[in-house]
């Protein structure tokens, strides 16, 4: 999701600024290039690559914290242990399997999707 989030963004800075083309095409031609794709793309991308998202900001945000990065945010909730009278049990459930985590994340990718639809749907709506 994280990176799906990122894409749109990456389309939208594009589509906003089509002088921005050149670097995100070169980036790898050159250390030179790579850093002004870094400086355009990575670098304080909550005024830069999500400027005018503030939604799709604060999901990108959200899917960081608890998704993609190992931090005890996202081991925690996946953690399960299950105690019986004669068992005790430690489980990572690394793809947040448990129907407590699975379903509401599912039910997130759905408002997600429906924001980078949004997002590019602005960007296209002249064209249609």
């Known amino acids: 999701m994280r ?19 050149k670097p995100w095409i070169e980036k790898n031609d050159s250390e ?6 870094s400086k355009e793309f ?9 400027d005018g998202l503030p939604e799709l900001l ?3 945000k959200q899917f960081s914290e608890f998704g993609s990065h190992t931090n005890i945010n996202s081991i925690v ?5 299950n105690q019986t009278a004669t068992d005790l049990e430690f489980r990572l459930n690394y793809l947040g399997g448990e129907p407590n985590v699975f379903v509401p994340a599912l039910f997130e990718m759905i408002l997600v999707f429906n924001e980078i639809e949004a997002t590019l749907f602005k960007l296209a709506r002249s064209r249609l």
């Open 42 to 50: 990575e670098y304080d991308k909550a005024t830069r690559l999500f």
């Open 32 to 37: 030179a290039a790579k850093e002004i794709f």
């Open 58 to 60: 604060r999901l990108w």
């Open 77 to 81: 909730s996946r953690f399960v242990i």
């Open 3 to 21: 990176d799906a989030i990122e894409s749109a963004a990456h389309g939208h800075r594009l589509a906003s600024d089509p002088q921005l083309l």
